[in-house]
């Protein structure tokens, strides 16, 4: 299938020479479900915020490589473009809007793709509920109230209703109870399926990506050490020994 993400060669450094990423390469097939896998500090969260085009608010910048996405370089775009195009990134750690209701919180990705109306919010409401049913029950709740695993089905809802082409998810399982950690992934899969969109997600949890991933790659201090199909990574003695659990 053709590729909808392709990193090539990509390197990044903070602050002009701390580097982060060394030569990554990655791609993400149109419709694919990916998982970056690896430890505290491998350069996940790196790799995401590079295609998505929010490095360079953190004093980020790519020095060598490229990116690609539906075969145009996006490598030099503002971030609000990237997010035009449909490239929608949910950033570490469930960043909703406390204060604002659940239905505020979805809206507000409306701006993200530049759509706006109520046409749209009413289509995209019922395919978020559909998705993520305790988010029906809690619309008028302020996000801040809802519990772990209810954010970060918020978090992922509000990207999901500015329509996006790639989905990318970082650590979505982190300090979530393991039974909602495998429902959210459980639910990422179902809207590969369904909506046929592109997903790339970040995880520490290798076993529990790779359980509904396509492909995996294994992320090592800024370089991709091992990668393959989900199942192959799986059986993989080096990976099961690290990341498994495995003897
Ligand atoms: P984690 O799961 O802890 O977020 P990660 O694999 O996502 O880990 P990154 O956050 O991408 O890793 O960090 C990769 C490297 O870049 C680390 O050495 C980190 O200290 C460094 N780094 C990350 N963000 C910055 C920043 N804003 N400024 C300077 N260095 C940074």
Redesign the pocket.
Known sequence: MAAALELADLSVV??GS?E??DGVSLSVPQGGFVALL??????????L?AISGLLRF???SVRRGSIRYMGQDIGAMPSYRRARLGILHVR?GRCVFPTMTVEENLEAALFARGRRGPAVARRTYDEIFHYFPPLRERRQSSAGYLSGGEQQMLAIGRALFAQPELLMV??ASLGLAPKIAAEIFTILRQINEERGLSILV?E?NVALALRRADYGYV?EA?RIVEEGSAESLTNRESLSKRYLGGG
Do not use: M, R
């Open positions: 903070y602050g701390n982060a990423l690896g430890t505290n500090g491998a350069g996940k969260s790196t790799t915020k953190e004093n980020g570490e970082d650590e970040v520490q992320l800024g």
